[in-house]
């Protein structure tokens, strides 16, 4: 479910016990930020990484209905929430990390996570939302390997963008897998050009493909041997 493959969306935070998504300022906001882990607090926000990862365009409906999910959405941004909530699936809260603002709004998340059991945590999660999924499964290939760390989705907050945020996820990303000594690997779509340029700065490199949820994505890879890591981490 990479959205490493389309990546920088939402609007705002959704609460956790309603269906009121909360307003935030629509223009820029220039702050500090601060990385934090997410918590079962958070699933929430981890249930909005994961349905624009399917592909649900829930962000805009709400939008157009005034910052309230629909009624028709809830049982759906229900059950993406209790997949956070899981500690054995690919997007339990467990692999999220959350940028936070000093009063403590989400201005952008990254869920990543070793590659170790990805067949068995897809199989987990795959079975908690089989009824949202529009794609064959079973055609799918692996998304990670083990012994690769995985950049799997990530989203920044409209009116936290172009403050370096992106670059914050995917930096602290980049040293979680490259301290724990493995190759850091994520899918890329092949229209995305501005992701496609971040990663390459960052020092990823094609390699290969994946044909995953459907589509072709571009495999993109950072070694953690010295000739090629980046030094602009």
């Known amino acids: 479910m990479t959205q490493m493959r389309q990546i920088f969306f939402f609007h705002?935070?959704?609460?956790?016990?309603?269906?009121?998504?909360?307003?935030?300022?629509?223009?820029?906001?220039?702050?500090?930020?601060?990385?934090?882990?997410?918590?079962?607090e958070d699933a929430p926000q981890v249930a909005l990484i994961m349905a624009e990862a399917l592909g649900?365009?829930?962000?805009?409906?709400c939008l157009a209905n005034g910052n309230e999910i629909p009624t028709a959405d809830r049982r759906r941004m229900e059950l993406l929430r209790q997949v956070a909530l899981h500690d054995d699936t690919l997007y339990s809260y467990r692999h999220c990390t959350l940028v936070r603002t000093a009063d403590g709004q989400t201005a952008g998340g990254l869920i990543?996570?070793?590659?170790?059991?990805?067949?068995?945590?897809?199989?987990v999660t795959f079975s908690m939302v089989s009824e949202l999924i529009r794609f064959d499964v079973d055609k799918?290939?692996?998304e990670t390997q083990p012994q690769e760390f995985y950049l799997d989705s990530m989203a920044v907050w409209p009116q936290f963008r172009r403050q370096g945020i992106a670059r914050m996820l995917m930096r602290h990303g980049i040293?979680?897998?490259?301290?724990m000594h493995r190759t850091v690997t994520l899918a890329c779509?092949?229209?995305?050009?501005?992701?496609?340029?971040?990663?390459?700065?960052?020092g990823f490199r094609n390699n290969g493909s994946l044909f995953i949820f459907g589509e072709d994505y571009i495999r993109m890879e950072l070694s953690p041997s010295p000739s090629q890591m980046t030094t602009r981490i």
Do not use: C, W
Not at 16 to 31: E, V
């Open 140 to 142: 799918m290939d692996p």
């Open 56 to 61: 649900d365009d829930i962000m805009e409906r």
């Open 112 to 123: 990543a996570y070793p590659g170790d059991d990805y067949l068995h945590r897809r199989r």
């Open 175 to 179: 040293q979680t897998g490259l301290g």
């Open 12 to 40: 705002s935070s959704l609460t956790t016990h309603n269906s009121k998504l909360t307003a935030h300022h629509s223009k820029p906001i220039m702050t500090e930020f601060r990385l934090v882990k997410a918590t079962p």
């Open 189 to 202: 779509a092949p229209d995305n050009d501005g992701a496609h340029r971040l990663y390459t700065f960052l």
